[in-house]
């Protein structure tokens, strides 16, 4: 009994992280192509913060959900992709045990609070559209604040739950990980402790992160296309529609690679599958979204302009 105890205690200190491919000879060309995203993806988010500070038009609750939603995805990069870029270049690609569920933990932490940013974004919306004439006490700097908060306080719950319920778990046989980067699913299939629990708490939480804000994103896209059908003018629904097409791609982008990743068995082929998709849901969408809102954005350009002849005087 002593044995068995024993044996039942014991756990790794440090995982191995698998690269994202095992061919030597796309090693080097990936590396130059993530290395070449991560600092597109750090210029890009920083950019549009700074902008977003230094002209006062931006100072409206609609640039301060954009502003969060840079800095999200500018934190977010830096959780992964350092240590992803490193495992090309270096023969042993390992992590300690500690560093493993700070990571798992920061990842849970942006990724969540990301969805409920692109959730008030949308709410933004509606209020601008479907309440114009409410819409500064809807969208008080107090409302925007609270609605900030509530972003990164169930961002915070949710990844608190996925750390503490994979820290009580025992890692007593394999440390490879099947991925890139320290995610619940590819470290769940190392546990020689039942995942149960584990499980339940992923859907549960992760069910519920979708659920809520995926309700609230369609009820109050729906509310919007109602109240552009009943403009009177051609002008006011293209106006209207222009507001909402950056968010709506920054929404499709993100919940569609990362319902890809996530919504699937735990089995092995599985999880290659969603190291595949995460690639799209990690490195792709905080590269685009500073692009995405920039090149449509009519302000984002006016801002550009301004600090770049403020910094030529």
């Not at 030597?24 to 700074?50: A, D, I, S």
């Not at 490195?283 to 090149?295: G, I």
Request: hydrophobic share 45%.
């Amino acid at each position: 009994m002593k044995k068995m105890n024993i044996e039942n205690d014991s756990s790794v200190t440090e995982f191995i992280l698998m690269a994202l491919t095992e061919q030597p000879e796309l090693q080097l060309p990936l590396f130059v192509l993530f290395l070449v995203n991560y600092v597109v993806t750090l210029m890009g988010n920083l950019t549009l913060m700074n902008l977003i500070c230094l002209n006062s038009h931006l100072h409206t609750p609609m640039y301060f959900f954009l502003f969060n939603l840079s800095c999200i995805d500018f934190c977010y990069s830096c959780v992964f992709t350092p240590k992803m870029l490193m495992n090309f270049i270096s023969e042993k690609n390992t992590i300690s045990f500690t560093g493993c569920m700070t990571q798992l933990f920061l990842f849970g932490f942006f990724g969540s609070s990301e969805c409920y940013v692109l959730t008030a974004m949308a709410y933004d919306r509606y209020a601008a559209i479907c309440q114009p004439l409410m819409y500064t006490i809807v969208m008080s700097p107090r409302i925007c604040s609270l609605l900030m908060f509530g972003s990164y306080f169930l961002g915070f719950a949710g990844a608190m739950a996925h750390t503490g319920c994979m820290i009580r778990l025992n890692f007593c046989d394999s440390n490879i990980i099947n991925h890139y980067m320290c995610d619940i699913f590819p470290l769940l299939q190392l546990s020689c402790s039942s995942t149960y629990v584990n499980e339940l708490e992923s859907s549960i939480v992760a069910g519920t992160v979708v659920f809520v804000s995926s309700i609230i994103i369609l009820t109050s896209y729906a509310l919007i296309l109602l109240s552009i059908f009943h403009m009177p003018s051609v002008k006011g629904c293209s106006k209207a529609m222009s507001t909402c097409g950056s968010h709506i791609i920054a929404v499709s982008l993100y919940y569609g690679t990362g319902l890809l990743t996530y919504i699937k068995p735990t089995s092995a082929e599985a999880v290659d599958q969603g190291k595949f998709f995460s690639v799209f849901y990690t490195l792709v969408v905080p590269v685009l979204n500073p692009l995405v809102y920039s090149l449509r954005n009519k302000d984002i350009k006016l801002a550009v302009k301004k600090t770049m002849k403020r910094i030529t005087n």
